[in-house]
């Protein structure tokens, strides 16, 4: 397996990640970012960049985001293996299990409160 980016990067997209990727495989979604599973060779270089701690190996996920497993695979789906997510930019699109995610505001208010 490779690296996932989780719930922390919705609506953040800091993309420091995206800078120290070697073979740009993290593309640019609408709300948040994500690393294709078949482009990534697990370097590891974008983990210890990111400010949100939203980058982890796979079988590491915290179980509240193992959803974003299989949200980073099958956005890839239509998609392919563009090799390269620099030429492409922001896709304008996101997996919809993210698309559908509460802001993190929101969220944070509701947990507060509830």
Known sequence: ???????????????????????DCI???ERSLYIHPSECV????CDP??????I???????D???DYVRANVEFFEDLGSPQGA??????HRDHPMVAGAAA????AAAGATG
């Open 1 to 23: 397996m490779t690296y996932v980016i989780a719930q922390p990067c919705v609506d953040v997209k800091d993309k420091a990640c995206i800078e120290e990727c070697p073979v």
């Open 27 to 29: 593309y640019e979604g």
């Open 42 to 45: 697990d370097c590891g270089a």
């Open 49 to 54: 960049v990111c400010p949100v701690e939203a």
């Open 56 to 62: 982890y190996y796979a079988d590491d996920v915290p």
């Open 64 to 66: 509240e985001w193992l």
């Open 86 to 91: 620099a030429a492409l930019g922001n896709l």
């Open 104 to 107: 993190a505001g929101v969220a």
